[in-house]
């Protein structure tokens, strides 16, 4: 042992009296970590976000919709689609859903006083604002009396606030939603994350007007949103909605349904499977540039172990065993590898800060990517000392001596 | 009471196989060489006196024949024990110093004690400042070996060899890379290490450097061709004073 930290400490040594070259060497398994460290750090500060994102749709949600299928990279409507008739029925029979909200979406237009901004219209009944958890800065929502006689009223997000009424209170003003003139009611509250889809780019309105005046060429919902009765019945609600409709549109067991039933807990793992994959694919990216930072340890020490060919030599004469050697090169090449892995990981926490500070997406630095980045960098160093340090190890002590 | 014998070969032979050709570098060695001598071993370059050399510094093994060091049967031992018979029993001194660049003199010295694996050198550090005082370099121990002459890198690597106090000191040419001064001085110190009881092989093919030896051996085509104790043997004083005398020039 006392002489292992002796063989440590020649080891040490010579790296400390070759500082550039080391640090040079070094360079690439700082790269390395540092890149393994941010890049699965930022697959899970994107799978953070897209699960805030999803939590934020509602709660306990349920999406029923026509089903559709993928064909030729485009979504087919299959079956028949989702109608008044299943949104009555539901509404009628379904125990463990409280709250159901029929939901017509289409793209539209919309022209305020000082500005207009291409959005997303969303037609929902009252129920939409318990389901989805949504409240108001200012203003009101609209009422079931006003979805029953299609007012032409809505609630608007704050992005469309800041397009349409810059600095100016919207309630009470008229929008034009594809030349169709509403009040604006209500201001929803910011949703805060940004991300994939601005939650706060998006106009309300009674599903009934948005079905009569902007939406009549089309038969039927784009879904149906409901709203388990707890985290614990979101399995009985989909069990539920799924024999109701299968009843009601005349599915014999055994058929395939025509319409298709999500969960949020569903949506969550689906998109947590998607960011998982893009997690593991950009780490294997990044763990490839730790593996040519180790040919670069490999080749550094390939080229050491030649220019010390005499050192060497001389050490195996007064007596040090092959394996002091070994160990001695083994020793020097993990040091180099460990040490760029620190060094590497202070590399990509700084990286993941200046990140946050440069565009604002939060990046955790993961605790298991640190463990991954150190552990690789050890394990490049052995991998790729190895080699040279046993050839260092096997050299010939006579002709080591007289290697000019 | 008999001398011990630090060196005893029998016949010795070293073949080098090259595809077909055998070369004979060393034929039937028979030497002996007792505690406390110094000798020069001499020779034309290919007269097998560097293959004498490695065979003894156990650097390499004999194709035939025995040899002890010390009181060990060399040509038996694997390659471990063999590293740990030159690091306890010899110390090398080679024609170019082969010091650890950037590194100070008692570091260098310490190196040997790095590798003893029996624990007796606790206090490496006082011996090899022990062993630098040895060789007169007491004032110079913490000095880089880039920062030395050669003269005194020389030293440094004579008090390398004699910091695991071994039966045998072994130099190999170690005055081919000084200038005449400085051999001198460097011969001088192997005879006063000699003088306290040191067993000292040197190989030279200097004769004005062997002279400071008791015994001269002479090799020719991998054979002991002469073998003689030096009855006028060199000295400091009478070496520098031939240094002086102009060189007759035809």
């Known amino acids: 042992m006392k002489r292992f930290l002796?063989?440590?400490?020649?080891?040490?040594?010579?790296?400390?009296?070759?500082?550039?070259?080391?640090?040079?060497?070094?360079?690439?398994?700082?790269?390395?970590?540092?890149?393994?460290?941010?890049?699965?750090?930022?697959?899970?500060?994107?799978?953070?976000?897209?699960?805030?994102?999803?939590?934020?749709?509602?709660?306990?949600?349920?999406?029923?919709?026509?089903?559709?299928?993928?064909?030729?990279?485009?979504?087919?409507?299959?079956?028949?689609?989702?109608?008044?008739?299943?949104?009555?029925?539901?509404?009628?029979?379904?125990?463990?859903?409280?709250?159901?909200?029929?939901?017509?979406?289409?793209?539209?237009?919309?022209?305020?006083?000082?500005?207009?901004?291409?959005?997303?219209?969303?037609?929902?009944?009252?129920d939409y604002f318990y389901i989805t958890s949504r409240a108001l800065q200012t203003g009101s929502f609209f009422t079931e009396d006003d979805v029953r006689t299609a007012k032409k009223y809505c609630v608007i997000g704050q992005t469309i606030r800041e397009e349409l009424f810059p600095g100016e209170d919207p309630i009470g003003h008229q929008i034009r939603i594809d030349k169709v003139p509403f009040t604006v009611l209500g201001l929803l509250t910011e949703e805060g994350s940004g991300g994939m889809q601005d939650m706060d780019d998006i106009i309300l309105a009674p599903y009934t007007t948005i079905q009569n005046r902007l939406y009549g060429h089309q038969r039927g919902y784009t879904m149906i949103l409901g709203s388990a009765l707890s985290e614990d019945h979101i399995a009985d609600a989909e069990m539920e909605a799924s024999e109701l409709l299968r009843e009601s549109h005349k599915i014999i067991d055994g058929d395939e349904d025509d319409f298709e039933i999500m969960t949020q807990i569903e949506l969550q793992e689906i998109t947590g499977n998607i960011t998982g994959i893009l997690t593991i694919l950009l780490g294997a990216v990044a763990s490839i540039s730790l593996i040519v930072g180790g040919i670069g340890i490999m080749n550094i020490m390939l080229v050491s172990v030649t220019e010390r060919t005499r050192e060497i030599g001389t050490r195996l004469a007064i007596g040090a065993r092959e394996s002091d050697i070994l160990t001695q090169f083994l020793i020097e090449a993990i040091v180099l590898s460990l040490v760029g892995g620190i060094l590497g990981i202070v590399f990509g926490i700084i990286g993941n800060q200046i990140i946050y500070k440069?565009?604002?997406?939060?990046?955790?630095?993961?605790?298991?990517?640190?463990?991954?980045?150190?552990?690789?960098?050890?394990?490049?160093?052995?991998?790729?000392?190895?080699?040279?340090?046993?050839?260092?190890?096997?050299?010939?002590p006579i002709d080591a001596l007289r290697y000019e | 009471?008999?001398?011990?014998?630090?060196?005893?070969?029998?016949?010795?032979?070293?073949?080098?196989?090259?595809?077909?050709?055998?070369?004979?570098?060393?034929?039937?060695?028979?030497?002996?060489?007792?505690?406390?001598?110094?000798?020069?071993?001499?020779?034309?370059?290919?007269?097998?006196?560097?293959?004498?050399?490695?065979?003894?510094?156990?650097?390499?093994?004999?194709?035939?024949?025995?040899?002890?060091?010390?009181?060990?049967?060399?040509?038996?031992?694997?390659?471990?024990?063999?590293?740990?018979?030159?690091?306890?029993?010899?110390?090398?001194?080679?024609?170019?110093?082969?010091?650890?660049?950037?590194?100070?003199?008692?570091?260098?010295?310490?190196?040997?004690?790095?590798?003893?694996?029996?624990?007796?050198?606790?206090?490496?550090?006082?011996?090899?400042?022990?062993?630098?005082?040895?060789?007169?370099?007491?004032?110079?121990?913490?000095?880089?070996?880039?920062?030395?002459?050669?003269?005194?890198?020389?030293?440094?690597?004579?008090?390398?060899?004699?910091?695991?106090?071994?039966?045998?000191?072994?130099?190999?040419?170690?005055?081919?890379?000084?200038?005449?001064?400085?051999?001198?001085?460097?011969?001088?110190?192997?005879?006063?290490?000699?003088?306290?009881?040191?067993?000292?092989?040197?190989?030279?093919?200097?004769?004005e450097i062997a002279q400071f030896a008791k015994r001269m051996i002479y090799l020719r085509d991998g054979q002991i061709i002469s073998d003689k104790v030096i009855e006028k043997r060199s000295t400091k004083a009478f070496a520098l004073k031939e240094l002086e005398k102009p060189v007759e020039t035809p």
């Open chain 1, 358 to 396: 440069v565009t604002g997406f939060f990046i955790p630095t993961v605790g298991y990517s640190i463990l991954i980045g150190f552990g690789f960098s050890a394990l490049v160093g052995v991998a790729f000392g190895y080699f040279p340090a046993r050839k260092a190890a096997k050299l010939n």
């Open chain 2, 1 to 207: 009471m008999p001398v011990k014998k630090v060196i005893e070969t029998k016949k010795l032979n070293r073949i080098f196989k090259n595809g077909e050709i055998e070369v004979h570098a060393l034929t039937d060695i028979d030497m002996i060489i007792e505690e406390g001598e110094f000798v020069a071993i001499m020779g034309a370059s290919g007269s097998g006196k560097s293959t004498l050399l490695h065979i003894i510094g156990c650097l390499d093994r004999a194709t035939s024949g025995e040899y002890d060091l010390d009181g060990v049967q060399v040509n038996k031992l694997g390659k471990n024990q063999l590293a740990d018979v030159r690091n306890q029993k010899i110390g090398f001194i080679f024609q170019s110093y082969n010091l650890l660049s950037r590194t100070t003199a008692l570091e260098n010295v310490e190196l040997p004690l790095i590798y003893d694996r029996t624990g007796q050198f606790p206090n490496s550090k006082e011996l090899a400042q022990k062993a630098l005082e040895q060789v007169g370099l007491a004032d110079r121990i913490y000095h880089k070996s880039n920062e030395l002459s050669g003269g005194q890198q020389q030293r440094v690597a004579i008090a390398r060899a004699l910091v695991n106090n071994p039966a045998l000191i072994l130099a190999d040419e170690p005055t081919g890379n000084l200038d005449s001064k400085a051999s001198i001085d460097i011969a001088d110190l192997f005879v006063q290490l000699n003088n306290k009881g040191k067993t000292i092989v040197m190989i030279t093919h200097e004769p």
């Open chain 1, 6 to 126: 002796k063989i440590f400490k020649v080891a040490f040594l010579s790296i400390y009296k070759n500082r550039t070259r080391s640090l040079l060497t070094m360079l690439g398994i700082i790269i390395g970590v540092g890149a393994v460290i941010m890049t699965i750090s930022a697959g899970e500060g994107a799978t953070l976000e897209v699960e805030n994102q999803i939590s934020g749709l509602g709660t306990n949600l349920l999406m029923i919709q026509t089903k559709s299928e993928h064909k030729a990279g485009i979504n087919v409507r299959m079956g028949r689609p989702i109608d008044e008739k299943d949104f009555e029925m539901l509404k009628k029979n379904s125990v463990w859903m409280p709250q159901l909200s029929p939901l017509v979406a289409i793209g539209a237009q919309a022209i305020g006083p000082s500005g207009y901004k291409s959005t997303m219209v969303y037609g929902v009944s009252y």
